[in-house]
């Protein structure tokens, strides 16, 4: 089995490990924070000093990192991850970054004889633990191959999907958060259409389950709104990263996303107010506020 280290040990980069780990992988680590780092050693993994040096020690290297530029910094700055990983090595970033750094990325990885893939994920902190993640891969289809084995110890089997090269895999997670944080706007505005004119909106979800209206966001999001769990499956400051990142690859395609551009500010808004930590469902707070009344469960 090949040796592989992880940089990145999150909310969703330490259940991905410890499932490596688990799967018998010979794993090296590094976090900025140590608590999660120390937790993996604990579990058996080995600790890294730098980028560098958790290179030095793999075969395949997954970065799991909050933007692109820590991804930047951690594979391509100085005593970083290109520096450390010799020739015939693999690079695997799973993080959410812009098309066009991963795409810079490959080529740098590419002089160097090193093979690079970008692997963004969907399913949240759920699916991390779960090993349930839809994983969207851009890369050549031999790194892909290489790769797989890894991905079905992180993921759903069906859903690991190779779409295209370099930078692919990120324009694919582009159109994946464009789809969430335009469906929970719409969840929401539709609760707080119901609650506003006095007709219950459990009953109203509930119903809409049942038709061509139905989700899986309508089902799962829903409900938090319902029950006013906005405990982060996902942060809503993730989701607007990510959303600053498709409205910052539109421009540079000369592409307009009107909704998209719409549910960046309605999240900008939740930030605004506080709630920055909070779930992305708590979009609705900030349509209820407008809307003057509250999505509750009635008490009939």
């Given at each position: 089995m090949e040796r592989i280290g992880f940089i990145g040990l999150g909310i969703m980069g330490k259940p991905m490990a410890q499932h490596l780990l688990a799967a018998g992988y010979s794993l090296t680590v590094l976090n900025r924070s140590r608590a999660a780092q120390d937790e993996l050693v604990a579990a058996g993994a080995?600790?890294?000093?730098?980028?560098?040096?958790?290179?030095?020690?793999?075969?395949?290297?997954?970065?799991?990192?909050?933007?692109?530029?820590?991804?930047?910094?951690?594979?391509?700055?100085?005593?970083?991850?290109?520096?450390?990983?010799?020739?015939?090595?693999?690079?695997?970033?799973?993080?959410?970054?812009?098309?066009?750094?991963?795409?810079?990325?490959?080529?740098?990885?590419?002089?160097?004889?090193?093979?690079?893939?970008?692997?963004?994920?969907?399913?949240?902190?759920?699916?991390?633990?779960?090993?349930?993640?839809?994983?969207?891969?851009?890369?050549?289809?031999?790194?892909?191959?290489?790769?797989?084995?890894?991905?079905?110890?992180?993921?759903?089997?069906?859903?690991?999907?190779?779409?295209?090269?370099?930078?692919?895999?990120?324009?694919?997670?582009?159109?994946?958060?464009?789809?969430?944080?335009?469906?929970?706007?719409?969840?929401?505005?539709?609760?707080?259409?119901?609650a506003k004119a006095g007709v219950d909106p459990a009953k109203v979800r509930e119903a809409l389950l049942g038709g061509f209206a139905q989700s899986r966001i309508l089902d799962l999001h829903g409900n938090r709104i319902l029950q006013r769990n906005f405990q982060p499956g996902f942060k809503t400051k993730l989701h607007r990263k990510d959303l600053a990142i498709v409205l910052d690859t539109a421009r540079e395609l000369g592409l307009a996303l009107p909704a998209t551009a719409n549910a960046a500010e309605v999240m900008n808004a939740v930030i605004a107010h506080g709630g920055a930590e909070l779930d992305h469902s708590a979009m609705v707070t900030v349509l209820e506020e407008l809307a003057n009344c509250q999505v509750q469960v009635s008490s009939k």
């Open positions: 080995q600790a890294g000093a730098s980028p560098f040096d958790v290179a030095q020690h793999s075969d395949v290297v997954i970065t799991m990192l909050p933007d692109s530029p820590d991804v930047e910094q951690v594979v391509l700055g100085s005593n970083g991850v290109l520096d450390g990983l010799r020739a015939g090595g693999l690079l695997i970033d799973m993080s959410t970054i812009q098309p066009s750094v991963a795409r810079r990325i490959a080529e740098a990885a590419r002089a160097k004889n090193i093979d690079a893939l970008d692997a963004p994920v969907s399913g949240g902190q759920v699916g991390a633990q779960n090993a349930t993640l839809s994983i969207m891969v851009g890369g050549s289809v031999a790194a892909f191959e290489r790769a797989k084995p890894i991905f079905e110890k992180l993921g759903n089997a069906e859903r690991i999907v190779h779409v295209g090269d370099a930078g692919a895999g990120q324009v694919t997670k582009a159109a994946n958060q464009i789809v969430v944080a335009v469906t929970i706007q719409a969840v929401s505005e539709a609760l707080v259409l119901a």
